[in-house]
């Protein structure tokens, strides 16, 4: 297969094929866990109908690999992400709290609906925006890229979704 170019999903998929064992091997090399490159590997094939470019690919395998190393790095932000969230939510759950009365778990379960409904309410991109940024730790930049808008629109979609967050809660002074 070398030498010819490839520009449709079924020669991508034959390649991946071909090649599925050398990803798993460098995906397990580089993540270091074996199920998680499985996992990855499988992404693989999926992106194939989303990744297969406008122009004619010259070495499907190097473009295989190239998706491979890109969802590694993804998962990679994700866990940090992921990690750092569940430790700020350690240090709040453990540290000294006031006596757990039904009064402040109702206020509580309250205030959690009403940021779920406000959620709910938001544009569909938007929550996608939010989610991205806020649970999987996308920068904005790359959120743009993915979505193919400015950098600017995102930060807007971001600021109309934290006022609505505010606003459900009340916070006056934040919703602006």
């Given at each position: ?15 991946y094929t ?56 993804n998962r ?74 400015s950098d ?25």
């Amino acid at each position: 297969m070398t030498g010819a170019t490839l520009d449709g999903t079924g020669e991508l998929e034959a390649a991946y094929t071909d090649n599925r064992e050398r990803l798993l091997l460098y995906l397990t090399r580089q993540l270091r866990c074996r199920q998680t490159a499985e996992d990855l590997v499988q992404d693989v094939f999926l992106a194939i109908p989303k990744a297969t470019p406008i122009h004619p690919v010259g070495n499907p395998r190097a473009f295989l690999f190239r998706i491979a190393s890109n969802l590694a790095v993804n998962r990679s932000k994700q866990e940090t992400r992921r990690r750092q969230l569940r430790e700020a939510n350690a240090a709040i759950l453990w540290t000294a709290v006031d006596e757990v009365t039904p009064e402040r778990q109702l206020l509580g379960s309250e205030a959690l609906a009403r940021v779920d409904a406000a959620i709910a309410r938001l544009p569909e991109r938007t929550r996608q925006i939010l989610a991205w940024r806020r649970l999987d730790g996308l920068t904005n930049r790359e959120i743009a890229a993915r979505l193919a808008i400015s950098d600017t629109a995102v930060e807007k979609h971001m600021r109309g979704a934290m006022a609505a967050l505010a606003r459900a809660l009340g916070d006056d002074e934040i919703a602006g």
